[in-house]
């Protein structure tokens, strides 16, 4: 019996999903070493020509896993974008404590150390790796600050998306710096620590234009 024509699409994107979970374990067990489209290929258990077949080029597949990774993230994503306390300060520490287990415990540190490592520099994969791995992190934030800020927690003239990246950046970086850069060698940083002065400062400038105002 032939298959429907909606049967094909199905089978074909569940065979897309398998060759870049095996290219995904591959690239994280490279390290940040950028892996040959042989090397894609083998570890996604196709041939150079069927990969081709399925995803086009070498950005192709690098973006398709990015996109991949956004997609299979959207409920811890989610979970950014909702206040866990009415207090500001726990509200943004709980937020970076669960970017940490993020960051250390799942895929998101090593999504992070390859974003930079292939994009960089790249005109099309650096910016796939801001739409797709940067900006959902900063939006999320974001939209945790503006119900803070709906609740009146947080000031109306605030700039949110300042705010979000004053949280987030500190963390991120100390992250790369300690993690993919192999800083902790050298400057060993407590990530949580770190992260939770973050969020006391950040939320010291939110409070802090209410009380000027």
Not at 11 to 23: A, M, Q, V, Y
Not at 138 to 161: C, F, P, S
Request: net charge neutral; aromatic share 4%; proline share 4%.
């Amino acid at each position: 019996m032939s298959r429907t024509k909606g049967s094909e699409n199905k089978d074909s994107g569940e065979r897309k999903r398998r060759i870049l979970n095996g290219i995904w374990k591959a690239m994280r067990a490279a390290n940040g070493k950028p892996l040959s489209w042989r090397e894609m290929a083998v570890a996604g258990g196709v041939g150079p020509a069927t990969l081709a077949h399925h995803f086009g080029k070498r950005d192709d597949v690098v973006e398709a896993i990015l996109i991949a990774k956004r997609e299979e993230g959207i409920e811890a994503l989610s979970t950014l974008a909702t206040p866990s306390s009415e207090d500001v300060e726990t509200s943004l520490r709980d937020a970076l404590d669960h970017m940490i287990v993020g960051l250390t415990q799942f895929d998101v540190g090593d999504l992070v150390g390859i974003g930079f490592a292939e994009g960089m520099y790249h005109e099309r994969i650096g910016p796939a790796f801001v739409t797709q791995g940067l900006e959902p992190i900063l939006m999320n934030v974001e939209q945790r600050l503006k119900t803070h800020q709906k609740a009146g927690a947080v000031a109306h003239d605030v700039d949110i998306r300042a705010a979000a990246i004053m949280l987030v950046s500190p963390v991120l970086l100390t992250f790369t710096h300690q993690r993919p850069l192999g800083g902790a060698a050298i400057v060993p940083t407590d990530l949580t620590a770190l992260a939770h002065q973050s969020a006391k400062s950040v939320a010291a400038f939110c409070g802090g234009l209410i009380s000027n105002r």
